[in-house]
């Protein structure tokens, strides 16, 4: 009980700390108006916000007015795709795929507003219940994590890059997995950290650093989106009457079991690293019709239908900053791009990461989550009205600021070398369906794994019993190697086969 106290008494610290400074309200409505605009916006994307943010504010400003430019781009950006999927039946972002199967219905049915004003209570409640798992569980699995030593961090490592190849459609779990190691290839370019000889830099000084956070952030994920846009050439939209957006109480009341339900798995996807907030809104879109009394109407028009989706892809954000925080491993592609981040400002997410910095970030997402709150009811014909611009306008205006992001960080002109490079490269992958999300996480982790996998194997003078002879180290490459057993298709029929008879049995 006292440490339940002293958590509620230090996150109240942080938010008061933060409330009553002018200058966050600033970077708030800024950021969250930000990230609102680009998952409004067909073509731009969460992750796309928070890295070309992460180039402008990256070690220029300080940590904390940092974190409230990242976190609130990061919310406003996985609500803001809603807009364009309840109204044109087009996903701002792959997170809002799911809304648009009930959030459209409703629209043609004239309850647009309705839907809008639904939406932006369930993403609130969704976001606040995600951030108090956050709060809970990241302090379990830090008093975990601390007796945690290389071969586990070695075996974290490469199980969130595996499993951030594994969580893609079936048949391109082989194709995530190359992108994955490919990722991890790149990691190893620059100085070898142990022995401190340059590595793969064909001479080229920039390179003995390795590959650049933000160039390869921005490339990856700014140049094959921008590249894809303008060749969709998709013009503007004529947009549908919307009418009253608040929407009443007593009706969020009766929806509030729904909300919760759908919160929880939201969480608990997000927490899976690599996965992503597009994933929790399919899975509680599932389960949500498998649970209603109203399933038959999903994809109608449902209310529930609705909420399934949207509660559940912004509870992800909480839930993908329980892995990041704690392990070092991202949950979704916008926090590997917020992992970026802390890592520019020397900030190494972990157990020893400071239990103040993990306050400082719950109190952010709520103020972050009250601000959506606040724009989405108030201010959602200001949006409805940005939908308007054709993507030949804004694009454009995205690379400008890709640039700009990239350029700024301190490496110069070769900075925009690598990211043109690297952005090539992910759009070649784009066009042969390798996904790009495991290359990020596998550029990000890799130094991890390469550094703890090598220093463990001379610590035990290359006996490699230490990746099995600790309980924790044994557990995690049990889970490795099912991890990989569990794609192959001897393995996959073999599943099939028994659950057949299983089925038939009964």
Do not use: H
């Amino acid at each position: 009980m006292e440490f339940v106290s002293t958590q509620i008494a230090g996150f109240w610290l942080a938010f008061t700390d933060l409330a009553t400074d002018p200058v966050t309200y600033v970077y708030l409505v800024a950021s969250v108006f930000l990230g609102i605009v680009f998952g409004a916006l067909p073509g731009l994307t969460a992750t796309l916000a928070v890295t070309i943010l992460t180039g402008f504010f990256s070690n220029k400003f300080p940590l904390e007015q940092s974190l409230i430019a990242l976190i609130g781009a990061y919310v406003g950006a996985i609500y803001g795709g809603s807009y364009p999927s309840i109204l044109l039946n087009i996903p701002g972002t792959a997170a809002s795929a799911a809304t648009a199967m009930d959030g459209y219905p409703l629209t043609r049915n004239g309850r647009g507003g309705e839907a809008l004003g639904i939406t932006t209570t369930a993403s609130f409640i969704g976001t606040l219940f995600g951030t108090v798992c956050l709060l809970i569980f990241v302090w379990v699995l830090l008093l975990i994590s601390r007796n945690i030593a290389s071969p586990e961090k070695a075996l974290l490592a490469l199980f969130g890059i595996l499993l951030s190849g594994t969580l893609m459609s079936r048949d391109l779990v082989i194709k995530g997995w190359i992108s994955g190691l490919i990722g991890l290839a790149m990691a190893m370019v620059g100085l070898d950290p142990i022995l401190s000889e340059d590595r793969y830099t064909f001479g080229w000084p920039y390179l003995l650093s390795g590959f650049q956070i933000v160039p390869v952030l921005m490339g990856a994920f700014a140049i094959p989106q921008i590249m894809d846009g303008l060749r969709a050439t998709v013009m503007a939209a004529q947009m549908p009457r919307v009418g009253r957006i608040v929407p009443r109480f007593a009706e969020v009341l009766r929806r509030l079991p729904s909300i919760t339900r759908s919160g929880a798995i939201g969480t608990g996807v997000g927490a899976l690293p690599g996965v992503g907030e597009d994933v929790a809104g399919w899975v509680s879109y599932g389960v949500g019709k498998a649970s209603s009394r109203e399933g038959g109407k999903f994809g109608k028009g449902s209310v529930d239908g609705l909420i399934s989706a949207e509660a559940a892809n912004n509870a992800a954000i909480g839930g993908a900053l329980i892995p990041l925080l704690v392990l070092g491993i991202p949950g979704s592609p916008p926090a590997a791009a917020l992992l970026g981040a802390l890592k520019i400002n020397n900030v190494i997410p972990g157990p020893t990461i400071d239990p103040a910095l993990i306050l400082r970030v719950v109190a952010i997402l709520v103020m972050a989550s009250i601000t959506m709150f606040i724009m989405g009811l108030f201010t959602a014909r200001v949006f409805i009205m940005i939908l308007r611009i054709p993507q030949t306008v804004f694009l454009p205006v995205v690379m400008v600021l890709t640039t700009i992001g990239s350029f700024s960080v301190g490496g110069g002109i070769n900075d925009l070398f690598l990211m043109i490079c690297v952005g090539l490269f992910a759009y070649a992958m784009n066009v042969m369906k390798y996904p790009i999300a495991p290359l990020v996480i596998g550029a990000i982790l890799g130094g991890l794994f390469d550094e703890t996998f090598r220093r463990s194997l001379l610590i035990s003078d290359g006996d490699p019993s230490v990746f099995f002879s600790r309980p924790g180290a044994a557990i995690l490459l049990t889970l490795n190697v099912l991890l990989i057993l569990s794609q192959l298709p001897v393995v996959q029929r073999l599943f099939t086969r028994l659950t057949g008879k299983k089925e038939n049995a009964a």
